[in-house]
């Protein structure tokens, strides 16, 4: 079967909230060596975008909407279960640093964040995942107490964004800024806003959160460095 063969029954598979079907999907593409990453981005991620396109529409109900996410959740923990073991067996060399993940609050969408917690532990980074519907304090008082290198927050929803901004002022407020950076994402979520919320990082999917976080990250070194020359 080929690739395209698969990622269209990946998208089929979420459209039809068919689990057992989505499961094998899994199973086929990794017995045909496809980068089950990229299965997970672009099949799967079709198959949720039609029914998000679909529930925007009107033409279906949030039972199903939940059903069809039960089965996204399903194939994401198959995978990531997989991309974890891998990324375990190839770990080597030092902690690249300490994120602090988490939906903001009043947001229980979850499946983006666990792929960008994924990508980010098999790239090097400790990644400490708080869950989803987390407010800005929580966040805040966790970052502090496992002295993180970033904060990253996701948010899906137009009305959930707002948190990403209460949190850089939250940051602002408590003299913390300095101490932390910050990236989010999410679906509505642009680069112009992370400019305009004072957020120094913004990334489209779990590929490019690895590659923003890491020039985040030398960028900050290389100015510590700087400074205590
Ligand atoms: Co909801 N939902 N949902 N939903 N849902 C959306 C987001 C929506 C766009 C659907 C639509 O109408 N077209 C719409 C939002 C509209 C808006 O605000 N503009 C919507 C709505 C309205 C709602 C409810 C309000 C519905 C209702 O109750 N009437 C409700 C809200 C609940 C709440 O949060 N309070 C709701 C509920 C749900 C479910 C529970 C059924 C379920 C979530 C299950 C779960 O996550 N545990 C769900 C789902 C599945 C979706 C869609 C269909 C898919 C989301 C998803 O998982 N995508 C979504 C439509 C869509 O996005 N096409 C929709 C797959 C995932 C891999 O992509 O999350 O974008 P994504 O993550 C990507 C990138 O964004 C990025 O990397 C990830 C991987 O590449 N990224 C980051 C994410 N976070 C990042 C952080 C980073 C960097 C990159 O740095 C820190």
């Known amino acids: 079967m080929d690739k395209q063969e698969i990622f269209r029954k990946a998208k089929d598979a979420i459209v039809e909230a068919d689990e057992d079907k989505a499961l094998r999907v899994v199973e086929e593409a990794r017995e045909a060596g496809i980068d089950l990453l990229d299965l997970?981005?672009?099949?799967?991620g079709a198959g949720n975008d039609e029914i998000g396109d679909r529930f925007d529409k009107g033409v279906l109900s949030?039972?199903?909407l939940i059903y069809?996410?039960?089965?996204?959740?399903?194939?994401?923990?198959?995978i990531l279960e997989y991309l974890d073991q891998d990324g375990t067996d190839s770990a080597h060399g030092e902690k690249k640093g300490t994120v602090i993940l988490a939906a903001v609050a009043g947001d229980?969408?979850?499946?983006?964040?666990?792929?960008?917690?994924?990508?980010?532990?098999t790239a090097g980074f400790?990644?400490?995942?708080?869950?989803?519907?987390?407010?800005a304090e929580v966040i805040l008082e966790e970052a502090k107490k496992h002295?993180?290198?970033?904060?990253?927050?996701?948010?899906?929803?137009?009305?959930?964004m707002s948190e990403q901004k209460k949190l850089e002022k939250l940051l602002q407020?408590?003299?913390?800024?300095d101490n932390f950076i910050t990236m989010v994402g999410g679906a509505p979520c642009t680069p112009r806003w992370a400019k305009r919320i004072g957020a120094d990082g913004y990334s489209e999917d779990a590929v490019e959160a690895v590659k923003v976080a890491l020039e985040l990250i030398e960028k900050k070194y290389k100015s510590k460095n700087k400074?205590?020359?």
Do not use: Q
Request: hydrophobic share 40%; charged share 25%.
């Open 40 to 44: 997970l981005l672009s099949g799967f």
């Open 62 to 64: 949030l039972p199903e």
């Open 68 to 78: 069809a996410a039960e089965v996204m959740k399903s194939a994401t923990g198959a």
């Open 108 to 121: 229980v969408h979850d499946i983006g964040k666990s792929i960008v917690a994924s990508t980010l532990r």
């Open 126 to 135: 400790e990644v400490i995942d708080l869950g989803c519907e987390v407010p």
């Open 147 to 160: 002295n993180a290198d970033i904060i990253g927050t996701s948010a899906l929803l137009t009305s959930t």
């Open 173 to 177: 407020e408590r003299g913390e800024k």
């Open 227 to 229: 400074m205590e020359e």
